[in-house]
């Protein structure tokens, strides 16, 4: 079924969402794509969004349009180009918002108008595997999408060093967008509270990671750290929110260590469960490593905290650098150095002061760079 645009004719210039994830799945891109569609909507752009997955109830009442797309990935995302094709060929299109390479794969027309967003998780690194033809082969795909592009916008500096070391990508076709981010208080209900509440109960301090939980992420360390953090700390509370491939070894982990009176796996949460548990939390921790080709590309997480008040302790992988202030809006430790870790969490949980203005500065830097009113600008400007 094809979507109505407003406008008879070429006249009104319309802006194209293509992406494989968009609300009501929930994830880092999922978030990203979803905002961005919302903040060019509230700014009188009018917006058409190709996504992935089955029309839900709440796509009519958007301020945007939705086309839903299913079935086989490939020829769903053959069946996603032709249609985009279509749009590009009857309507004044002014640009196109990919949010992968993969989204773009199969188009063959109108590529001067794209403006793909770039993710440090989707870049082959450049070392040597038993692997190496296959990623040669995923490397050709990725740098023949990107062929004819007018612009990539990548997540972080980390991700555009990395194109351009591992992909041979012209500099001045890459320009760095740290994502943009929305805050869910106005939607927490009376309900969300009393769970949160019932939760934590009379623990003390709160720690907090919210990520996928795979291995990369370092959830690991965490726990590890736990047992020391205990020991100053007996009611120290812990926690995960996420579901993954490593959710069951993790809890698995947890009890092993007799740590599962201090650990809480919460799974999925809604955006305002999210915004309330950050609110009660002292400290945000997620410190990732690199687990093969998978790596941190930015960490929307630590700005979600910082929007809260809340300072982080992350690792020194991939983009974390470009999400936590070292010293400023948090702590970044070396990636996989277990010693450090536990001393900076610690160092933070019995440092309230420092904690605390910590968790101002990074309040003060999420809402002035990274709220979508002003964020939008930036994605909007890079069409030009």
């Known amino acids: 079924m094809d979507v109505r645009l407003s406008g008879k004719n070429k006249e009104i210039q319309v802006i194209i969402i293509t992406t494989q994830c968009f609300a009501p799945k929930i994830g880092g891109i999922e978030s990203l794509m979803t905002g961005m569609a919302e903040a060019m909507a509230k700014r009188g752009v009018e917006v058409l969004v190709l996504a992935d997955g089955k029309t839900h109830e709440t796509d009519h009442k958007q301020k945007y349009k939705i086309k839903r797309f299913t079935g086989w990935k490939p020829l769903r995302r053959l069946a996603k180009a032709k249609y985009l094709e279509k749009i590009c060929s009857s309507k004044n299109v002014k640009a196109i918002y990919a949010d992968s390479w993969k989204s773009i794969e199969y188009l063959k027309k109108y590529k001067k108008k794209i403006l793909v967003l770039a993710h440090g998780t989707e ?20 740098i023949n999408s990107y062929k004819g592009v007018h612009k990539i916008l990548a997540n972080s500096s980390y991700t555009k060093d990395l194109m351009q070391a591992s992909l041979k990508i012209d500099t001045k076709l890459i320009r760095i967008i740290h994502p943009g981010i929305d805050v869910y208080d106005d939607f927490i209900t009376e309900e969300d509270k009393k769970n949160v509440s019932n939760i ?21 360390f965490i726990l590890n750290s736990l047992i020391e953090i205990k020991k100053k700390f007996p009611k120290v509370l812990y926690l995960i929110a996420g579901k993954g491939p490593y959710l069951e070894h993790i809890k698995q982990i947890t009890k092993n260590m007799n740590l599962e009176k201090n650990v809480v796996f919460l799974g999925w949460i809604t955006e305002p469960e999210k915004s309330l548990i950050l609110k009660k939390s002292d400290l945000f921790v997620m410190t990732p490593t690199t687990v093969g080709e998978s790596v941190e590309g930015f960490g929307m997480a630590y700005i979600d905290a910082s929007f809260h ?9 991939g983009g974390v650098n470009d999400a936590i202030l070292d010293n400023q809006t ?38 002035e760079n990274y709220a979508w009113d002003r964020k939008v600008i930036e994605y909007l400007d890079a069409s030009k």
């Open 200 to 220: 934590i109960g009379n623990n003390s301090p709160i720690i907090t990671t919210l990520a996928r939980v795979e291995k990369r992420k370092g959830h690991i």
């Open 309 to 317: 008040g809340i300072a982080s302790v992350g690792s020194d992988s």
């Open 330 to 367: 948090g702590i970044i430790c070396e990636a996989g150095n277990q010693k450090m870790i536990t001393e900076k969490i610690l160092l933070l949980l019995e440092n309230k002061k420092l904690r605390e203005s910590m968790g101002a500065e990074g309040k003060l830097r999420a809402n």
């Open 123 to 142: 870049i082959p690194k450049q070392y040597w595997t038993i692997m190496l033809d296959l990623l040669r082969f995923k490397k050709n795909r990725i």
